[in-house]
């Protein structure tokens, strides 16, 4: 049964594991203080273009998205995230746990706009309710949509009228950021976000993450909140070796573009057989919505996400393609699925 179940179905990308085993015999000092975290910390605010930001390594994105929402925020105050965020869905109430809430707003792109923002904050005005303060959103999204840079512009541009942080999840960056319908940068990223993360795990990385901090004000004392939230690892030169293979010779965003490729021709073959689609498939995730029976079929053969059932009779599943799936993967699928139907 072959899986489309998730982009982090195998180890890690050969020239991650061969970085990682170049580690045998070396000794480094703990906790990220180490001189390979220095180099790989330089060799990424070089890319980004940010030689002023704090660079974080972490082993996971819930991590991540709870340490940083919980440091950046006040007891009294809260994050604006879609429905479909991932800090809503996904994470067992992490943010919540925290002590903070989740304001949510529904948005069928899956992508947060000024207007979702002015409308929270217009009813969240007093000290009767929370205090919206951070803006949280993925690129790619929870449903494979990216964002435009003319979108982050214009949250920048609402967050800063209004005093409020711009977080981006990047746990499916390299996707998000090679997609086609996409005209944002990596650099771009760097300076109009005040925090963000460069995912590891679902891009070929043993598992791993990279924090960037960019805004000076969020800077001072995350060592403490890193290490009491327990994301502080021992062995922080494992997560940075990572990323040194990862960003060499740009391998990040070949796979992002190799990803999105494979996706692109499994959504194109259902597109021309006359399937729907749950969201457009602008990255590495295609929802597809078939008839019961077929889907039936198809999640009996293939490892696949069952998401919703749209409507009655329907049933929309998702393929999520990784930088292990291979052109003879997505042949052998099409032909498979010829067969099924």
């Not at 435009?148 to 499916?172: H, P, Q, T, W």
């Amino acid at each position: 049964m072959y899986s489309f179940l998730n982009d982090y179905n195998e180890i890690a990308h050969p020239a991650v594991m061969k970085e990682l085993n170049g580690l045998v015999g070396q000794r480094y000092e703990g906790y990220g203080t180490d001189k390979l975290c220095a180099s790989v910390a330089k060799q990424i605010k070089e890319r980004i273009g940010r030689a002023d930001a704090d660079i974080h390594f972490f082993n996971g994105g819930t991590i991540t998205n709870l340490t940083v929402i919980s440091h950046v925020l006040r007891p009294h105050q809260a994050a604006i995230s879609v429905d479909s965020g991932h800090i809503s869905t996904h994470e067992t109430g992490a943010i919540e746990a925290t002590g903070h809430k989740v304001i949510t707003v529904q948005s069928e792109s899956g992508k947060l706009t000024p207007q979702h923002i002015q409308k929270v904050l217009s009813e969240n005005g007093d000290e009767h309710t929370v205090q919206a303060k951070l803006v949280y959103i993925s690129n790619s999204t929870e449903i494979g949509t990216v964002y435009r840079k003319s979108e982050i512009v214009a949250l920048r541009e609402i967050c800063d009228a209004n005093g409020l942080f711009l977080f981006m999840d990047g746990a499916r960056l390299a996707s998000g950021l090679m997609s086609k319908y996409s005209d944002l940068t990596i650099e771009d990223i760097a300076q109009l976000t005040d925090i963000f993360y460069i995912g590891g795990t679902k891009i070929g990385a043993f598992t791993g993450e990279v924090l960037v901090i960019a805004n000076s004000a969020l800077k001072s004392d995350f060592r403490f909140s890193l290490k009491q939230k327990g994301g502080l690892q021992a062995k922080g030169w494992l997560l940075a070796a990572q990323f040194k293979a990862l960003f060499e010779d740009d391998l990040y965003f070949k796979l992002g573009q190799h990803v999105n490729d494979m996706a692109s021709q499994i959504a194109i073959f259902f597109k021309d057989n006359g399937f729907e689609f749950l969201a457009p498939t602008e990255s590495n995730q295609v929802f597809v919505i078939l008839p019961n029976e077929l889907a039936k079929k198809l999640l009996s053969k293939y490892a696949l996400n069952k998401i919703c059932e749209p409507e009655s009779g329907k049933t929309c599943v998702r393929f999520c393609t990784s930088w292990s799936t291979r052109q003879q993967d997505v042949d052998d699928f099409i032909s498979s699925f010829k067969l099924l139907r």
